[in-house]
């Protein structure tokens, strides 16, 4: 199975809404933040491994207390994506923190303001 395939699509996509649904509803640690979401999956093609982008909105302490209480909780939610998705390996879950909606949102405030301060020049 290549990469790109259209089911590792398929497979991207399901563990993504899982693991989604895992997080938000299943998982009572104290350390995850209550707007955690999962921004992406890339399952390996052998189905053996997978990365798990993860978006925290809060500050820097919450996204690495969240990542924290997520890789203590990896065996549980690698069991709970066991029953919930039907595949022949369950996949190792690493979770890595994405901070590209951040830097999104940096950039447009910074653009804003170039246009502003030019509309002030005029």
């Known amino acids: 199975m290549r990469k790109n395939s ?6 991207n996509g399901e563990v993504q809404k899982e693991l989604s649904t895992i997080i938000q509803n299943e998982i009572k640690d104290p350390r995850i933040a209550p707007m955690t979401s999962v921004v992406a999956v890339e399952v390996a093609p052998d189905l053996k491994t997978c990365k798990a982008y993860i978006s925290v909105l809060g500050d820097e302490k919450a996204a690495a207390d969240t990542l924290a209480g997520l890789k203590s909780a990896e065996g549980y939610i690698r069991r709970q994506l066991a029953r919930s998705v039907n595949l022949r390996n369950t996949p190792e879950i690493r979770f890595i923190l994405d901070q590209s909606i951040e830097y999104g949102v940096n950039m447009s405030r910074l653009i804003d303001d170039v246009i502003s301060s030019d509309q002030e020049k005029q």
């Not at 259209?6 to 497979?11: D, L």
Request: charged share 35%; net charge positive; no cysteine.
């Open 6 to 11: 259209i089911k590792n699509t398929r497979i």
